[in-house]
């Protein structure tokens, strides 16, 4: 017989401060659990022993324990698909709130109003994947019921987001990625059920019949832009043309990627940019565009519009030339919008320094004939997933990822440059962590280290992560707040790959 759980308060997990043995606490927790009978089930909390005969002909089962429990609804399994979660509820239609910790350690899912049935056995379960190390379900309170998820999330860890699909899911997945895919008969797919432009084809406009989750990115093979919306089927046929001369819209189309999946492609005019994704409600989005002031804002080949020029560090020269042969490399700055990455002296936030890094690796790989395809353009947020995606995607011959790093406390001594791969980026971090040494050999080489961060691990061509220096650093730090100095480092990283580039050809 399996000893009672010790009752853990989701406060006190929250609060790492509070709990210096929490790893401790969860650890015994977790063995208690995972010597039951249910561990013979890895994919699913739900552990459903066989019922005694017993005659239930008026009363559903479900339905007694719902009355027995005195909650509107319960929540009776919880199940691991590969994209993400799905809470199993039985009554009325549940509603969440979904809060992550300030230091990113943990989110937590509240149920209002769910109990636990019964015969959800399992409560903790090692995950190990996405950044989850595991799951952890609790009745938080009984009178009014409130049941709270929670799930344990390591460094690499994407934003999570959740819906609820009506039909008594509620589906918990990374941002940026698809949905959880139900059983078949409980599909749960939207409807795409229209799609329009405006009159001055300056807006378009996309409508379904539920809750809208979707990614966007340049088509590599059309030059368009896309949105692909997951768990949807497309109702609307047909296409939509520029509605005049000025419009920045050249045509809309909308396609079925996948039994459960809508890309939905925007090819603007020349000089056309980009603007935001507006969400009208759950059921609507809206993107926007503008004319530019010249046709040289037109997409180029890398498919996003051109960087701003920024003088040359160093003379021209320096930079090696690669043979004409069109290559495809993604530059991803980390970090932007709600998340600044590492915050340093004087508040120089990691965020700023590696966008403007990135743009000038990206103008000066193009000057010498690379296609660029960058993961953000301006201080938004994203994910970690739509990163890599996006390089996959567009079949990317290699990704850089640009970072700048930091240490806890007060260590401004600690400083320098060090470049990370996984498998295959090794040779391009050692060309890359070279070049860098010599552009700033005041700087400590911290070396070439292998690393399993996730855009390393998700990324399927040679893929680094470059740490241009501290941002607590006494001394790096000084060399990250001048925008010289950033302009020369991204010379660096810039050269580091045409060398690597050339030396491959």
Do not use: C
């Amino acid at each position: 017989m399996i000893p009672p759980t010790p009752y853990l308060p989701m406060s006190q997990l929250a609060r790492k401060s509070h709990l210096p043995h929490r790893n401790l606490w969860l650890g015994l927790l977790g063995a208690l659990l995972l010597s039951s009978p249910a561990h013979a089930h890895p994919h699913s909390l739900s552990d459903r022993p066989e019922r005694p005969e017993q005659d239930y002909s008026t009363v559903e089962p479900d339905d007694r324990a719902i009355a027995a429990t005195g909650a509107a609804t319960l929540l009776e399994d919880i199940e691991i698909k590969d994209e993400g979660f799905i809470l199993h509820t039985r009554g009325q239609q549940a509603q969440f709130d979904l809060k992550p910790s300030s230091d990113r350690s943990w989110v937590s899912i509240d149920l209002p109003g769910v109990s636990l049935s019964p015969e959800l056995a399992r409560r903790t379960l090692n995950v190990e994947r996405w950044g989850v190390e595991r799951l952890q379900v609790i009745q938080l309170s009984s009178t009014p019921p409130m049941t709270r998820v929670t799930l344990s999330l390591d460094e690499s860890a994407p934003n999570w987001q959740a819906r609820s699909n009506g039909s008594g899911q509620v589906l918990v997945w990374p941002e940026g990625s698809a949905p959880p895919n139900l059983a078949r008969g409980q599909s749960g797919l939207i409807r795409i059920e229209g799609v329009e432009l405006s009159e001055d084809g300056s807006r378009v406009t996309i409508k379904a019949d539920g809750p809208i989750a979707y990614t966007s990115n340049w088509d590599r093979h059309t030059s368009a832009y896309m949105l692909t919306i997951y768990s949807a089927e497309l109702a609307w046929q047909g296409s939509l043309t520029r509605p005049n001369s000025d419009s920045p819209v050249l045509w809309v189309r909308g396609s079925q990627e996948d039994p459960e999946t809508v890309a939905i492609r925007i090819l603007p005019a020349a000089g056309a940019q980009i603007g935001n994704i507006t969400q009208n409600g759950d059921r609507e989005i809206s993107l926007q565009l503008s004319r530019g002031p010249t046709p040289s804002n037109l997409p180029n080949a890398n498919n996003r519009p051109p960087i701003p020029t920024a003088p040359p560090a160093e003379k021209p020269s320096s930079v090696p030339q690669v043979p004409q042969t069109r290559l495809a490399i993604v530059i991803d700055p980390g970090h932007g919008g709600r998340d600044p990455g590492a915050v340093g002296i004087g508040g120089l936030q990691e965020k700023d320094v590696v966008l403007d890094i990135s743009e000038k690796v990206a103008q000066i790989l193009e000057q010498n004939g690379v296609t660029v395809v960058m993961t953000r353009q301006d201080d938004r947020t994203l994910d970690l997933a739509p990163r890599t995606q996006l390089a996959n995607r567009v079949n990317a011959d290699l990704f850089v990822s640009i970072h700048a790093n930091a240490v806890a406390g007060k260590r401004p001594e600690v400083n320098g440059l060090e470049t990370f791969y996984y498998s295959s980026g090794r040779e391009l971090a050692g060309y890359i962590q070279n070049s860098m040494i010599q552009s700033f050999n005041t700087m400590p080489n911290r070396g070439v280290k292998q690393a399993r961060f996730y855009v390393l691990r998700h990324t399927r061509m040679p893929a680094v992560l470059v740490e241009t220096g501290f941002v607590t650093g006494r001394d790096d730090s000084r060399i990250l707040a001048d925008p010289a100095q950033r302009s020369r480092m991204a010379e660096a990283i810039a050269r580091g790959i045409l060398n690597y580039v050339r030396d491959r050809r």
